[in-house]
């Protein structure tokens, strides 16, 4: 800013100078958060060049342990090669079933990953769920017949995760699919 401006008294003097000093204040942490980012980049990009080799030798070393039948399980857990809290994790989790009406037949869908799929359960109207069904997709359609085509009918649904073929994890929400009367 000219100094004109604060020696004539058109700037205040003392607000002018904190300013300006503020501004370049601002601007040295401007340049050394560049410089900060910079230096974190290239740090990254030296950290995964390397790290990239390193996990396929872990990951072929974990072969060679598996292959190796002098290594028990308890010799595998005390080396860190076994992925226990990935079981762990799947007790708190419940599937995210979805239904619609889809051709007049329910469509089931959910979120399957990591798991190996879903033990369903379904009922029709205000029956039992005596229906039960292992689906390893990502989606199910119920095939079964209905009871009155020409009545509207209510079908229920229920769901475990599956993992290591066993049920795991919570039970899903209940879900309800109306099936519209065929005319």
């Known amino acids: 800013m000219p100094p004109k401006y604060i020696e004539s008294g058109i700037l205040p003097k003392e ?5 300006i000093a503020e501004l370049q204040a601002d601007e040295t942490r401007r340049n050394q958060k ?15 060049s390397g790290h990239n080799q390193v996990s396929k030798n872990l990951r072929n070393y974990k072969k060679l342990i598996d292959n190796t039948p002098l290594v028990t399980p308890e010799i595998k857990l005390e080396l860190g090669l076994v992925n226990e809290d990935r079981i762990e994790n799947t007790n708190n989790k419940k599937p995210d079933l979805k239904g ?30 005596n229906f039960q069904t292992s689906v390893r997709a990502s989606g199910f359609d119920d095939t079964r017949p ?27 929400e209940i879900i309800r699919v109306v099936l519209n009367p065929i005319e």
């Open 15 to 19: 607000a002018t100078e904190t300013l």
């Open 34 to 48: 560049n410089i900060d980012r910079k230096v974190s980049y290239d740090s990254r990009k030296i950290y995964v």
């Open 100 to 129: 619609k009406e889809v051709g007049g037949v329910p469509h089931l869908s959910f979120t399957k990953f990591p798991f190996e799929g879903i033990m369903l359960y379904g009922k029709i109207n205000d029956g039992d769920y």
């Open 146 to 172: 209905r009871l009155n085509p020409k009545q509207t009918e209510v079908r229920e649904y229920y769901a475990y995760y599956i993992y290591g073929g066993k049920k795991v994890g919570k039970q899903s």
